[in-house]
């Protein structure tokens, strides 16, 4: 199908001068952006398409991508307010997905698709749980985009206790990581790649990183492991693996590479950045998520990382944690400028960087998303700027960063197809999966022994 978006107040490409259109379009055919400019222009060659979106009032922009996304924890909402991160890992989300059944998973990310496209979130990394068939599932049903892994745990000690549900060897471990990434790679019309988890730095054995490493390269494709989240989650690791630190114990074994994906990192000193660099690892910063656990993110070496040319995305993590709203993930980083007591740092425009062609750097997507660029996916968000949180648009890049949020998302476009028109999902029933999904979180919650903590302070009558 043809798509032309037109007549844009501001078209904000990302391309490698960045350059920012006043009465901008975009024209695309199939799933791939064929002209990128100024509305008369673009429209000489293409004036005419299938489907064409007005953007008068409008920013138009690559769709957003979140590079850190747990599907399978949507529906935990409210059940790890205020308890640290060991505790809420160990005692409440695996706990959670040690429960979940197939049905629960399908709707915990078909929920989860429906937050991210209603808030201009086209892509998203998902470092897997189980059952992820029906993940794969969800994304073809909503028409998103996704990095998917299965998750991969073959160590529980006692300071990295996992549910009986979720304890691999690592024989196991190994053949269900690569069956997953050999049976789904390019399902969904192409829109999942399948990459290989190392779901924490804790729970895998120098064997299964090892054996994992040398898969991930033999079949080209990416892992993610969460990393150095907290200062007590190095402490675990240095128990376990003889002293050493996390990223310590991956670069002696050759893991560090250009296909890593390390999920946190805010816990990384000196000779881990500079091994970080030389190994061109990507990180996913995710502040929000941090704030809510009170793992020091803000002292974090962020601000060094994007200094020295290390890949630094976005994510949001999960939604007991962080809402799926990259907007308010942007506004979020501007708390670095705050700690270290320097405006300067971290302009709007390198923020969006972060939640875009970052992103799809850290994806190793960049020759397909990130950019609105001729020969890219046809993935596109436009955000309706006529709302109070828009006005006065001055400069479109502040105001996103700055004021905007994921409500504002009017159309969203991916691979060349509407997914949301006018605010409103045209892939999925929105009332019903929300309805649906409530009833269910419900039901996990009791089932999963885990009801109790979602009770409030005050009297609920």
Known sequence: MGIIVKHARFLITLDKTRRILRDGAVACEGDRIVAVGKTDEVLKDYPSMEFSVEA???????????????TNQQLMRGLTDDIYQHTAVHGRMWPFEASLTEEDVHLSAVACCLEAIKSGTTCFADPGGYH?????????????????????????TPATKAPEALRESTDKAVKEGEEFVRRYDRAAESRIKTWFSLRTERSTSNELAKRIKELADRYGTGIQSHMATSQQSIRAHKEIFEGKRPLERYEEMGILGPNLLII????????????????????????????????????????????????????????????LDMPKLMNAVKAHKDIREDPTIYPPETILEMATINGAKALLMEDEIGSLEVGKKADITIFNVKRPEWVPVLNPVSNLVGSACGHSADTVIIEGKVVLEKGKTVTIDEEDILEKAQE??????????????????????
């Not at 029906?134 to 996704?146: H, L, Y």
């Not at 979180?441 to 409030?456: K, V």
């Open 264 to 323: 946190h990192a805010n816990w990384v000193n000196e000779q881990e950045l500079e091994a970080l660099k030389r190994n061109d690892v990507k990180v996913v910063h995710c502040p929000i998520a941090g704030f809510h656990r009170a793992v020091g993110t803000l002292h974090g070496s962020f601000v060094e990382m994007e200094k020295m040319g290390i890949t630094v995305c976005l994510g949001h993590d999960h939604a007991h944690g962080s809402p």
């Open 440 to 461: 269910t979180a419900e039901e996990i919650a009791r089932r999963s022994g885990l009801i109790g903590y979602a009770q409030p302070r005050w009297p609920l009558l």
């Open 56 to 70: 008068k009032d409008g920013v138009v922009l690559p769709g957003l991508i979140d590079g850190h996304c747990h």
């Open 132 to 156: 992820m068939e029906k993940v794969v599932e969800a994304v073809d049903q909503t028409g998103m985009r996704a990095i998917l892994a299965r998750s991969l745990i073959d160590l529980s």
